[in-house]
């Protein structure tokens, strides 16, 4: 923990240094303009998920065909993020927003008005589009206006918006699909986005220009090795993974053009991103920390809604419920690191801390049965939420404090293609796990079931009560099922506890950023 000495010289920066790179002359109804544009995008990435058997049937789609309105806008988000800075620095940052934002509204109609799978799928990539540049922007110009003692605050205000909407996503998703019609999942966007429109124009500032070349190699290895990952990740599962060519094509270009990109950025005279960022040894852990986050976050988040309504027969507002402590936790504890990083703490023990907790509130749910109760779910659910939020703003706060301000809109979008990568990784590896193990679950639970396994059913005469015994079997069958998948749900929660664990260690390998921040005074 840093001393006094080091908390008071970051408490009290100097006076000339602490002032906001970027000026605005309503700065709070800035702040909300900026938050509901990144709460709109962060609630998309979730809140269509439910409604996709809904899509399916008013469309006339497929099941393994519907899945591409998520899988578009999965792989257009991470194919434009990259091109945030270039793209900013080009037409302007405040241009690049206000436009990302009235298209992202823009987008959201045209996919409530979709008449058609084809027609979805090329708005929803559209909507993916639009919406990547508004995450890294909204962080940017966040920081930018706000004054350098002050960073760890809006961070935590940030970050709240980018924890809640995944968790928000599907409740809300579920009452408008139920209530309404799945078409206002998308509508529900116009409000919001119109508002935060309202205010980008009248408040956002003017950010310097830069003009700098295109790296159109680094561009297209990249989007072809993201666009690869991603269509490995999302089709794996139904095309049974390494048994079928397609997904070996998806991942050898991954493999090859990623390590292209790797050779193209450390040698290219005008590469995508600034090799400086790479060179910040606070940055580069805070991008691995966020590969963690979208692991752990969106892959529990994932894997919860389905497991409370099949195993435990909630509905989509119970499960809505039950899950919303989580996101209590995240406002409480991101309140308690803004103020501890503003007192100057090392953010270090904050970010090991953050992990371990999470890390418990894991070894809770890997602990779950099916007699578990909505207590101890709201209690592993709000430490959770706790242990995240503690990792958060520090990990901000750390990867941002060195960087000058004309990286940061790089920066930013690179933290955010981490988490997405992350949780894309994270949903994919965890469901590929939870499947195999209710097999094996179920193949091991199965063969207990015997007439010597001292039940009070003896299954190796009961077909003799032929249509009432097929019945028995079945329900016995059904039971059996439950089992091996609260069996492979524990098996996936002891997997990410044990990521959680191992992640803790590597916070101290990080800079003091009381130490940086006297530094750069």
Same mark, same amino acid.
């Given at each position: 923990? @840093?001393?006094?000495?080091?908390?008071?010289?970051?408490? &009290?920066?100097?006076?000339?240094?602490?002032?906001a790179?970027?000026?605005?002359?309503?700065y709070?109804?800035?702040?909300?303009?900026?938050?509901?544009?990144?709460?709109?995008?962060m609630?998309?990435?979730?809140?269509?998920?439910?409604?996709?058997?809904?899509?399916?049937?008013?469309?006339?789609?497929? !099941?393994? /065909?519907?899945?591409?309105?998520?899988?578009?806008?999965i792989?257009?988000?991470?194919?434009?993020?990259?091109i945030? *800075?270039?793209?900013?620095?080009? +037409?302007?940052? $405040?241009?690049? #927003?206000?436009a990302?934002?009235?298209?992202?509204?823009?987008?959201?109609m045209?996919?409530? %008005?979709?008449?058609?799978?084809?027609?979805?799928v090329? #708005?929803?990539?559209?909507?993916?589009?639009?919406?990547?540049?508004?995450?890294?922007?909204?962080?940017?110009?966040m920081?930018?206006?706000?004054?350098?003692?002050r960073?760890?605050?809006?961070?935590?205000?940030?970050?709240l918006?980018?924890?809640?909407?995944?968790?928000?996503?599907?409740?809300?998703?579920?009452?408008?699909?139920e209530?309404?019609?799945?078409r206002?999942?998308?509508y529900?966007?116009?409000?919001?986005?119109?508002?935060?429109?309202?205010?980008l !124009?009248?408040?956002?500032?003017?950010r310097?220009?830069?003009r700098?070349?295109?790296?159109?190699?680094?561009?297209?290895?990249?989007? +072809?090795?993201?666009? /690869?990952?991603?269509?490995?990740?999302?089709?794996?599962g139904?095309?049974?993974?390494?048994d079928?060519?397609?997904?070996?094509?998806?991942?050898?270009?991954?493999?090859?053009t990623?390590? %292209?990109?790797?050779v193209?950025?450390?040698?290219?005279?005008?590469?995508?991103?600034?090799?400086?960022?790479f060179?910040?040894?606070?940055?580069?852990? /805070?991008?691995?920390? %966020?590969v963690v !986050?979208?692991?752990?976050?969106? @892959?529990?988040?994932?894997?919860?809604p389905?497991?409370?309504?099949?195993?435990?027969?909630?509905?989509?507002?119970?499960t809505?419920?039950?899950?919303?402590?989580?996101?209590?936790?995240v406002? +409480?504890?991101?309140?308690i690191?803004?103020l501890?990083?503003?007192? *100057?703490?090392?953010?270090?023990?904050?970010?090991?801390?953050? =992990?371990? !907790?999470?890390?418990? /509130?894991?070894?809770?749910?890997?602990h779950?049965?099916l007699?578990?109760?909505q =207590?101890?779910?709201?209690?592993?659910?709000?430490?959770?939420g706790?242990? %995240?939020?503690?990792?958060?703003?520090?990990?901000q706060?750390?990867?941002?404090?060195?960087?000058?301000?004309?990286?940061?809109?790089?920066?930013?979008?690179?933290?955010?293609l981490?988490?997405?990568?992350?949780a894309?990784?994270?949903i994919?590896?965890?469901?590929?796990?939870?499947?195999?193990?209710?097999q +094996?679950?179920?193949?091991?639970?199965?063969?207990?079931?015997?007439a010597?396994s001292?039940?009070?059913?003896?299954?190796?005469t &009961?077909?003799? =009560?032929?249509?009432?015994?097929?019945?028995?079997?079945?329900?016995i069958?059904?039971?059996v099922?439950?089992?091996?998948?609260?069996i492979?749900y524990?098996?996936? #929660?002891?997997?990410?506890m044990?990521?959680?664990?191992a992640?803790?260690p590597?916070a101290?390998?990080?800079?003091n950023?009381?130490?940086?921040?006297? $530094?750069?005074?």
């Open positions: 923990m @840093a001393s006094r000495a080091a908390g008071a010289a970051a408490e &009290i920066p100097h006076s000339g240094d602490d002032e790179h970027l000026h605005t002359d309503n709070w109804l800035l702040i909300v303009g900026i938050m509901l544009a990144s709460l709109l995008q609630l998309d990435t979730t809140i269509a998920n439910v409604a996709i058997p809904h899509m399916q049937a008013s469309l006339g789609a497929t !099941i393994d /065909s519907v899945a591409w309105v998520l899988t578009s806008y792989i257009a988000s991470a194919v434009a993020l990259p945030t *800075g270039w793209l900013a620095d080009q +037409i302007g940052a $405040r241009r690049l #927003f206000i990302s934002v009235a298209g992202f509204i823009m987008t959201s045209l996919c409530g %008005m979709a008449q058609n799978l084809e027609e979805m090329v #708005f929803r990539a559209l909507q993916g589009i639009t919406g990547a540049f508004i995450a890294p922007l909204s962080q940017a110009f920081l930018d206006s706000t004054k350098p003692s960073h760890a605050q809006v961070m935590a205000v940030w970050g918006g980018i924890m809640l909407g995944p968790i928000l996503g599907p409740v809300l998703g579920g009452w408008l699909t209530s309404a019609n799945w206002w999942v998308f529900v966007n116009l409000p919001i986005g119109i508002i935060s429109l309202a205010i !124009i009248a408040f956002l500032p003017h310097e220009q830069a700098r070349r295109f790296d159109m190699s680094g561009f297209i290895l990249l989007a +072809i090795a993201l666009t /690869s990952l991603q269509l490995m990740l999302d089709r794996g139904q095309l049974d993974w390494f079928s060519a397609e997904i070996w094509a998806y991942a050898l270009l991954t493999l090859c990623g390590w %292209m990109v790797v193209h950025l450390a040698t290219a005279d005008n590469p995508l991103f600034n090799r400086t960022l060179a910040d040894r606070n940055f580069v852990f /805070s991008l691995m920390f %966020m !986050i979208g692991v752990v976050m969106f @892959a529990v988040m994932a894997l919860l389905p497991m409370l309504q099949n195993l435990f027969g909630y509905g989509v507002i119970d809505g419920m039950v899950l919303m402590p989580r996101g209590v936790g406002l +409480i504890s991101m309140q690191s803004a501890l990083m503003r007192k *100057g703490f090392d953010a270090r023990p904050i970010v090991a801390s953050g =992990f371990v !907790i999470s890390a418990f /509130s894991l070894w809770q749910m890997a779950w049965s007699a578990v109760d =207590f101890d779910i709201t209690v592993s659910g709000l430490l959770q706790l242990g %995240m939020g503690l990792v958060f703003i520090p990990l706060v750390s990867g941002f404090a060195t960087l000058p301000a004309r990286l940061r809109t790089d920066g930013s979008s690179l933290f955010n981490a988490r997405s990568i992350g894309s990784a994270g994919s590896l965890m469901i590929v796990l939870l499947g195999r193990n209710i +094996i679950g179920h193949g091991d639970l199965a063969s207990h079931v015997t010597a001292g039940s009070m059913i003896d299954v190796s &009961i077909d003799r =009560f032929q249509s009432l015994g097929d019945f028995v079997l079945g329900a069958d059904l039971e099922n439950r089992q091996a998948a609260m492979a524990s098996n996936d #929660f002891w997997v990410m044990w990521v959680t664990i992640a803790a590597f101290f390998l990080m800079r950023h009381a130490a940086g921040a006297s $530094r750069r005074s």
